[in-house]
């Protein structure tokens, strides 16, 4: 069983020695199109109809999500273990309420990534932000969250589709580290600066960054803590659900 998985990863492996079409249509989507639905909801809606950009937003991912079935219809247990992991990751949210940059939000959408391909892996983020702030808030912040969570998401499962993260502890650990720092806490600390103020200066870039280092570095360190212990376990048990019933690839 455990020389067939490996056969089967090897395989898969080597059919993905360049990115589809599909995936090149995803990232149309998440680097042009939701930025610049995010833009004109912030420059002709006065930042003030987040629930309609949110919405955008969702109905964008839906599109190369389902494009990853090409020929076929998406079976009900694949859009069940999608569901799932955007379910886990808005309870890990909301159970470590008390510890604000304390979550194992980001370690569980990195895993979904990886796991199940860069458009699931977007999906599960912007999906877990949105509906997750339904308990903490819905605010102008969604879109960026869901933009950001999201984007690590895709991330993870570009790098792991071209061979540069492998399914280890120290790779996973390593990436969640950096990019929670560096993608979330990037685009973040950008949001609060667009949010509040009309005018963007050098000053107000440092002074929000230098800011945010503590959030930033406790939010990287429990991604790096939660991934060491989960990621082994969760993409054991998702790696045999995907090949035993010949799901998302």
């Known amino acids: ?22 995936t090149f249509i995803s990232i149309f989507i998440i680097l042009v199109l939701i930025p610049l639905t995010m833009w004109f909801g912030i420059t002709y ?13 969702i109905t964008y991912i839906i599109v190369p999500f389902f494009l990853i079935f090409e020929n076929r219809e998406p079976k009900a247990r694949e859009i069940i273990v999608i569901s799932v992991l955007a379910s886990i990751a808005v309870l890990g949210r909301t159970i470590f309420f ?45 879109p960026w969250q869901m933009f950001s969570l999201g984007l690590i998401g895709f991330t993870a499962g570009i790098l792991h589709n071209k061979g540069l993260i492998k399914k280890n502890k120290l790779d996973l650990c390593i990436f969640g580290c950096i990019v929670t720092y560096i993608l979330y806490g990037g685009i973040m600390n950008f949001a609060s600066i667009v949010m509040y103020s009309n005018k963007i200066t050098k000053a107000m870039l440092i002074t929000t960054y ?28 998702l790696d045999r659900i995907r090949l035993k019933y010949g799901m998302i690839r």
């Open 45 to 57: 809606l006065n930042d003030r109809k987040y629930y309609y950009v949110s919405l955008l937003m």
């Open 210 to 237: 230098l800011s945010g280092i503590p959030y930033d570095t406790v939010n990287a360190l429990s991604t790096t803590f939660f991934m060491y212990f989960l990621s082994t376990p969760m993409i054991e048990k």
């Open 1 to 22: 069983m455990q020389e067939e998985f490996f056969l089967d990863e090897k395989e898969e492996f080597n059919k993905r020695k360049r990115l589809s079409k599909r």
């Open 98 to 142: 008390m510890l604000p940059a304390f979550k194992p939000m980001i370690a569980i959408i990195i895993i979904a990534g990886i796991t199940f391909g860069a458009e699931s892996g977007f999906v599960v983020g912007a999906i877990s932000a949105f509906a997750s702030n339904f308990i903490f808030g819905q605010g102008p912040w969604t």
